[in-house]
């Protein structure tokens, strides 16, 4: 789909240098996989044949997990990086949904758009997985009210 992606346009590597418009990058990325892969679903054996084209679902997983990081990098190499571009373009993003972000959702926490989304994995992967309540500050602030409550 990459490959498909270049061979559709050449716009694609101009985006970094534009401001983020997020419809135009969807109609960009909307890309069919080669004939081949539309009776594969692996290198070694056939299946039956279906066109394969990208899901909304796995759209916004190329821009959370691919896109923004690799504009990231290329701006931050010529000296043109911007947080608030992230905060843009992730939050006109659904949020992820995984069983890491349904729990943290089960806790209270707020997850309404990838930006969203992206921190708290983050927390979950640098404080809750590893037991580090006491060095998060939301760790500290949920020990201490169940303290205060009691």
Not at 59 to 88: C, D, M, Q
Not at 90 to 116: C, V
Request: proline residues 4%; positive net charge; glycine residues 2%.
């Amino acid at each position: 789909q990459l490959a498909a992606l270049f061979a559709k346009s050449s716009e694609f590597l101009r985006l970094p240098t534009q401001s983020p418009d997020f419809e135009q990058l969807k109609r960009l990325l909307k890309v069919k996989a080669s004939p081949y892969w539309d009776n594969h679903y692996n290198f070694s054996k056939e299946s039956e044949t279906k066109e394969k084209w990208i899901s909304d679902s796995f759209f916004n997983h190329l821009i959370i997990n691919v896109f923004v990081p690799f504009v990231f990098f290329y701006k931050r190499r010529t000296g043109r990086a911007s947080i608030e571009w992230v905060e843009e373009i992730l939050s006109n993003i659904p949020p992820e949904e995984n069983s890491i972000l349904r729990k943290m959702t089960a806790a209270g926490f707020e997850n309404s758009s990838a930006d969203k989304s992206q921190s708290l994995y983050h927390l979950h992967q640098q404080y809750c997985s590893q037991s580090k309540c006491l060095s998060c500050a939301l760790g500290n602030s949920v020990l201490n009210l169940a303290v205060h409550d009691k």
